[in-house]
């Protein structure tokens, strides 16, 4: 079974950097080839939001407009792991975030972050922008 786990939250100052992981296990043969990553986040009493969408395979990577320019996904496939590098931070960037796995999913031009296009999830890790 595909397990994920986040690391790399923390508390940050507005305007700084946070470099999050999302690293693959327990799947045999496990490529992010196949495999696009998303990242979510939970801000305290609202609904999980699609972040990014990452593909490696060649299907394209897409951001939602408010992370734009600021977040960059990329993937080290000898590592199983995904990042999101995330500068500029911003309050409310503030929340939970989690990585999630959906299989075959082509990422360039994907915009619904719908929860049921991806199979497995991470445990989430938390990130707070605060001054």
């Known amino acids: 079974q595909l397990q994920l786990v986040e690391s790399g939250g923390g508390l940050v100052q507005p305007g700084g950097s946070l470099r999050l992981s999302c690293a693959a296990s327990g799947f045999t043969g496990f490529t992010f080839d196949y495999y696009a990553i998303g990242w979510f986040r939970q801000a305290p009493g609202k609904e999980r939001e699609g972040v990014s969408c990452?593909?490696?395979?060649?299907?394209?990577?897409?951001?939602?407009?408010?992370?734009?320019?600021?977040?960059?996904?990329?993937?080290?496939?000898?590592?199983?792991?995904?990042?999101?590098?995330?500068?500029?931070?911003?309050?409310?960037?503030?929340?939970?975030?989690?990585?999630?796995a959906g299989p075959m999913l082509a990422c360039d031009g994907y915009t619904t972050y719908d929860e049921i296009d991806f199979a497995s999830w991470g445990q989430g890790t938390q990130v707070t922008v605060s001054s």
């Open 54 to 100: 990452f593909s490696h395979g060649g299907g394209g990577t897409s951001y939602t407009d408010s992370v734009k320019g600021r977040f960059t996904a990329s993937a080290d496939n000898a590592k199983n792991t995904v990042y999101l590098q995330m500068n500029s931070l911003k309050p409310e960037d503030t929340g939970v975030y989690y990585c999630a």
